[in-house]
């Protein structure tokens, strides 16, 4: 009785006051009345279920509270105070590895921060985990598995444990992948070779296209998990566009298990499409930038090799790293197919690039500080599409202690070949270092060229005349002129923040003209670094979160006595790009007024261990090792000076921001005890 009074309080509470009298004659349409009925009941429904104390929230006690007179404990299901918990992940009679997956996928676990607040609102939440766990479990091939939530609520916070039953594991069965209709191999295809080695001196076998029935990248009679299964058939469709087939993609894929023998069944149908030979690329988009330079970039003769999607891969990526480009997007011309004459009637498909021009001019500025040369500025202009084959023309103005005056350098990409460069720079440079003080112009040109794949090799002249002034002798006229020749190998997988590979760079300087009197020498150099990351993240790839860095580098000069040589050709060490923790030229001979003297030799030795605390910010304990020597060979590993620190990096999209302190382990009279240096990008 209680119940329904408050049942008619609460719908005429519910109607705004007003009470609503409701008609039963009848009605001309039968469906009106219905209607008419069930809006009464929606209105009634809420205040009884309120007035019986089903809605009771937030200290509402329900009808026992007002049978008491008193008011009544809040049901914790309902109450507005946060409910804070204790998650525990319990796996029954299966691999601890299951743990650590179901906590990154918790949501209870990720949301441990923010306690729900109510007792149902966390139930939901373990609900949710339950339903997640089963995925997970589906995905690591535990398809029997189980999963269920206890919580005890009489304790404080709330013990919420997550139990998983993965039960026996399956394995595949089988993995059998049809053609339809069958792929046809064009002769074209067959008896190919592609050149290899430096300078494509050498030529290797390409195998034919081959079509295996039963699918690549996992195992039969092994566990395979969904990631595993699913990236096995993803990249099925993918190895046909690389040998020549590029329409070719997955029409269906079908997935049984068997309970029985525990094991997971697919069959997957390709479709691979025509045949088809890499065509000639068709740019959309381009205005300042002639169509006909990005045609001399493509890495392939059109007509002349099967369909590759990664050569196309390459080709964007090359357009991308040109600095003209906003985007680019590269695809086959599937619906405009071409007949060959040279094909043998193979399809020749064209490439569509599609293209969005960046600007072309920019100005920049860096600015760095080292104890020992104090502040350094500098200003780049750069022009990336200069004749609108995109050459580039870089002028910089460095302005610091030791250095100040202009700089211009020249590019011209896809010279003569597509893999070679043009080089040319020119520079007025007034430098005043603690070795020398000199004022000169001077200028350079060469070529770089690709010889194979991670290695490029750089012929070129070098000259300049100036006046030069050293510690010891009064100011002179001298001039230089010098061949170079360089190879080097680039493994790296970044350049400005690289976390694996290496770099290696041997360069042969011979040398000569005067100075005080005529001289001559033959200079040489190596330098090497390489990156190793221990650890790996969730694709397989380098995790960068530690990475080990080490680098040596030497040098030696053969010819003309030592003081014969104009300072400023000579080799010295110590400061902020060779061995932190000396001042700038620092190491190795002095002369009689106990200033920097120079070499003719020199080595030099980095290790860092390049830690992530965060996604942003990086510590760096590094060892620095190095000396110069008068002699024409430096002495391995012998009589070096070292310097310890700790790095501070600051990581942006344009290169970590590096903030390093050292000291010396053997310090020089009168040099400070610490050097600070502040500058863009790593080390090495």
Request: net charge neutral; aromatic share 8%.
């Amino acid at each position: 009785m209680r119940c329904a009074f408050v049942t008619l309080l609460c719908f005429f509470h519910a109607v705004g006051g007003r009470l609503f009298f409701i008609d039963a004659r009848p009605r001309p349409r039968a469906g009106q009345s219905a209607r008419v009925l069930m809006l009464a009941a929606l209105l009634v429904l809420p205040g009884l279920l309120n007035g019986c104390g089903l809605l009771a929230r937030n200290g509402d006690a329900g009808p026992e509270a007002a049978d008491s007179g008193q008011g009544a404990e809040p049901d914790p299901a309902w109450q507005g105070k946060p409910i804070p918990y204790a998650l525990r992940i319990e796996v029954r009679d299966g691999p601890s590895s299951l743990e650590g997956k179901m906590k990154a996928a918790s949501q209870l676990a990720q949301l441990a921060k923010e306690p729900p607040d109510s007792m149902l609102a966390l139930e939901r939440r373990a609900r949710a985990d339950t339903e997640t766990a089963l995925k997970l479990l589906h995905s690591q091939s535990y398809y029997d598995g189980k999963a269920s939530f206890s919580m005890d609520e009489a304790a404080s916070p709330v013990k919420v444990t997550l139990l998983l039953e993965p039960g026996p594991r399956y394995t595949l069965g089988r993995a059998d992948v049809r053609y339809e209709p069958a792929p046809v191999v064009p002769e074209s295809f067959k008896n190919r070779s592609r050149e290899t080695g430096f300078w494509g001196l050498e030529r290797e076998a390409v195998p034919p296209p081959s079509f295996p029935a039963s699918l690549p990248g996992v195992n039969v009679g092994q566990p395979v998990t969904a990631d595993a299964m699913l990236a096995a058939v993803d990249a099925l469709p993918e190895r046909f566009r690389r040998e020549g087939y590029p329409l070719a993609k997955v029409a269906d894929a079908r997935y049984a298990l068997n309970r029985e023998a525990r094991t997971l069944n697919a069959d997957i149908l390709v479709r691979t499409g025509p045949p088809a030979l890499m065509g000639a690329i068709r740019v959309h988009g381009a205005q300042d930038v002639n169509a006909e330079y990005l045609q001399r970039l493509t890495p392939w003769t059109p007509g002349d090799e099967p369909w590759d999607s990664e050569l196309l891969d390459d080709y964007a990526n090359t357009l991308r790293g040109l600095g003209l480009f906003r985007s680019v997007e590269a695809a086959p011309a599937s619906a405009d197919l071409e007949k060959s004459g040279e094909g043998g009637g193979v399809a020749v498909l064209p490439a569509d690039i599609t293209v969005a021009e960046a600007p072309f001019r920019s100005i920049s500025g860096s600015a760095r500080y080292d104890t020992d040369t104090g502040l350094g500025l500098e200003g780049v202009w750069e022009h990336r599409n200069l004749f609108h084959n995109g050459e580039k023309l870089t002028v910089t103005a460095p302005l610091a202690t030791e250095i100040q005056g202009i700089k211009a350098a020249f590019e011209k990409p896809a010279f003569l070949v597509r893999e070679q460069r043009l080089l040319a720079s020119a520079s007025a440079l007034r430098e005043d270092t603690s070795a020398y003080r000199k004022m000169a112009g001077n200028a350079s040109a060469g070529l770089d060229r690709k010889l194979a794949r991670q290695w490029w090799g750089g012929v070129g002249v070098f000259m300049e005349s100036g006046s030069l002034k050293d510690n010891e002798n009064s100011e002179h006229p001298y001039g230089v002129f010098s061949p170079r020749v360089s190879l080097r190998r680039d493994s790296r997988n970044n350049v400005l923040n690289p976390s694996s590979g290496s770099e290696m760079e041997i360069k042969l300087t011979p040398f000569g003209g005067f100075y005080q009197e005529s001289f001559s020498a033959m200079a040489g150099s190596l330098a090497a670094s390489v990156y190793y990351a221990p650890m790996r993240d969730k694709t397989g790839r380098p995790d960068d979160r530690l990475v080990l860095a080490g680098r040596v580098e030497g040098g030696a000069m053969a010819g003309s006595p030592l003081h014969s040589i104009p300072s400023s050709m000579r080799y010295y060490a110590g400061g902020a790009g060779s061995v932190r923790g000396y001042a700038y030229q620092a190491l190795g001979p002095r002369d009689s007024k106990d200033d920097p003297l120079g070499g003719r030799s020199y080595q030099i030795v980095n290790l860092e261990a390049r830690f992530k605390v965060t996604e942003n910010i990086g510590l760096v304990p590094f060892l620095d090792g190095g000396m110069v020597y008068t002699d024409e060979f430096p002495r391995i590993i012998g009589d070096m000076d070292w310097g310890v620190g700790l790095g501070l990096r600051y990581y942006t999209p344009i290169g970590p921001v590096r903030l390093d302190v050292a000291t010396p382990l053997r310090r020089i009279d009168g040099d400070p005890p610490v050097q600070v240096y502040i500058s863009i990008g790593q080390s090495f």
